[in-house]
Nanobody, 125 residues
Framework: QVWLEESGGDSVQAGGSLRLSCAAS????????MAWFRQAPGKEREGVAA????????YYADSVKDRFTISHDKPKNTLYLEMNSLKPEDTATYYC??????????????????WGQGTQVTVSS
């Protein structure tokens, strides 16, 4: 099992920036993909960004492409999400997740088995 702890959520104004972190511990050696998801009240969970931890391939939802950057520090077992040009519609609880699977839709939450507790991001206009 992998334990995940997110941090970095805050309240910011539109146009601002935040960096989220997700520290992983436990059985991290077999992780293949790590990802960020978000869920706003009354809305479905949305895959935001994912990274293949071995090959460094990255994947983004269209809604965040060119504004968000996902990265992974393997020695530190920490996942990051750099968020720029934030919009009110980015307001949500952000979760990180990991999977040992190699195949699947990397922005689909069904692919992931371990999840963090979430960190709140609020963007005001």
């Amino acid at each position: 099992q992998v334990w995940l702890e997110e941090s970095g959520g805050d309240s910011v104004q539109a146009g601002g920036s935040l960096r989220l972190s997700c520290a992983a511990s436990g059985h991290t050696a077999n992780i293949n993909y790590m990802a960020w998801f978000r869920q706003a009240p009354g809305k479905e969970r949305e895959g935001v960004a994912a990274i293949y931890t071995t090959g460094r391939n990255t994947y983004y939802a269209d809604s965040v492409k060119d504004r968000f950057t996902i990265s992974h520090d393997k020695p530190k077992n920490t996942l990051y999400l750099e968020m720029n040009s934030l919009k009110p519609e980015d307001t949500a609880t952000y979760y990180c997740a990991t999977t040992t699977r190699l195949w699947g839709q990397v922005l689909n939450g069904d692919m992931y088995g371990d999840w963090g507790q979430g960190t709140q991001v609020t963007v005001s206009s």
